[in-house]
């Protein structure tokens, strides 16, 4: 069994930089592939998020590395082991479940204690690390309630500290925040980053929200019908998208499809122009809502005529929806009070042609 014990940190080798690797995994029900060849590694104390639509993969790939799920194929690393066929209490890892899944018969107390039990700690040391970890997830006088007498949220913390208790190697989340409302979310999110940075615990973390994954990840994994679309830092994911399905499940965007001609300009399928360097062939373009300006304004870029097809007001911003020579195109705009673009509209737009992106189409 691995050891637990305090001493843990000094006993894996520094010099391993990755904590989990997945070679190759692929895990089919029948003859469907709910993860196909996944490869990915995660670095110590990295915050890594797995994102993608809802059925992609993302919670099968989760209990594969913590031992609920075995591979159809491939193996998965911890600290440089071999772990694809050991027991999910061997692999030094703590996980958060999709719904929480405290005991429900158990006091808040007993539900952190309980990996600590299972691995035979004695009462004084077990009692001691339970306080640390309420007082860690802030809430130091909850250890006698019941689960269902907290809230959604606090429940939420006692997971991860019962996740957190056993001083795992790896930390797994899958959707931990989703029953939440969107401002403890947020305080969520950030709470949870400062837990995972202090204690120096590399997290698989679990999610379909796009804001979740750019604010909160150290990198991304972005999984599309249980393959890896692209993996990057937030910027990366978003500045140079691999795909188009990286580009339209990362943030707002407009995807044209076109050509490059020989002149190295790409005309869309509708007929929109845009004059750049690029390599001849078929490619797609991806346009961001702040590529689009109101030339009014002197933006430098591609002027163009647009009509107003659709116009949400979001408060500090409209997002509009434009008619641009037969494609349509987002763009996101403070414009002045009692100003609001209505449908039908005709604005004057620049298109920024800096950092645009153009993904050739294999
Ligand atoms: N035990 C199982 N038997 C058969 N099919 C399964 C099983 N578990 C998962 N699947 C299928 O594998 C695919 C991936 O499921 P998974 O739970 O990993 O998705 P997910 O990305 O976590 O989705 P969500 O965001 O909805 O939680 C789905 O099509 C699902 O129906
Ligand atoms: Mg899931």
């Not at 050891?3 to 003859?31: H, I, P, Q, W």
């Not at 996980?95 to 429900?104: D, E, G, R």
């Not at 949870?192 to 590399?202: D, G, M």
Request: proline content about 5%; charged content about 25%.
């Amino acid at each position: 069994m691995l050891a637990l014990s305090e001493g843990k940190e000094d006993a894996v080798s520094e010099s391993n930089d990755f904590v989990v690797e997945l070679r190759s995994v692929s895990k089919l029900y029948g003859d469907a592939a709910a993860v196909a060849d996944i490869s990915l590694k995660a670095r110590r104390g990295e915050l890594l998020c797995l994102l993608g639509p809802s059925g992609c993969g993302k919670t099968t790939t989760l209990r594969m590395v913590a031992g609920f799920v075995e591979p159809s194929s491939g193996s998965i690393h911890i600290n440089n082991i071999d772990m694809t066929h050991q027991p999910p209490y061997r692999r030094d890892t703590g996980m958060v479940f999709q719904s929480y899944a405290l005991f429900p018969h158990m006091t808040v107390a007993e539900n952190v204690a309980f990996g600590l039990e299972n691995l035979r700690w004695p009462r004084e040391k077990r009692d001691k690390r339970v306080e640390e970890m309420l007082e860690l997830v802030e809430l130091p006088h909850f250890a006698q309630r019941l689960p269902s007498q907290l809230s959604g949220g606090q429940q939420q913390r006692i997971a991860l500290a019962r996740a957190l208790a056993i001083k795992p190697a790896v930390l797994l989340l899958d959707e931990p925040f989703s029953n939440l409302d969107a401002q403890l979310r947020v305080r969520m999110r950030e709470e949870l980053q400062e837990v995972v940075r202090s204690v120096n615990v590399t997290t698989l973390f679990v999610t379909h929200d796009q804001e979740e994954a750019l604010t909160m990840s150290d990198r991304i994994v972005v999984m599309n019908a249980g393959k890896v679309e692209q993996i990057g830092t937030p910027g990366e994911i978003y500045e140079t998208p691999a795909t188009p399905f990286v580009a339209k499940f990362i943030g707002w965007c407009s995807l044209l499809k076109g050509t490059v001609d020989d002149a190295g300009a790409f005309t869309s399928t509708a007929g929109l122009r845009i004059i750049g360097k690029w390599s001849a062939g078929p490619a797609t373009v991806v346009i961001r809502p702040e590529q689009l300006k109101l030339s009014a304004d002197g933006a430098p870029g591609q002027r163009q005529q647009a009509r107003v097809l659709h116009s949400h007001y979001l408060g500090g911003a409209t997002r509009v929806v434009l008619d641009v020579n037969g494609e349509q195109l987002i763009m996101q705009e403070r414009f002045p009070f009692g100003r609001h673009p209505q449908h039908g509209d005709v604005l004057d737009i620049a298109i920024s042609t800096d950092n645009l992106r153009l993904i050739g189409d294999a």
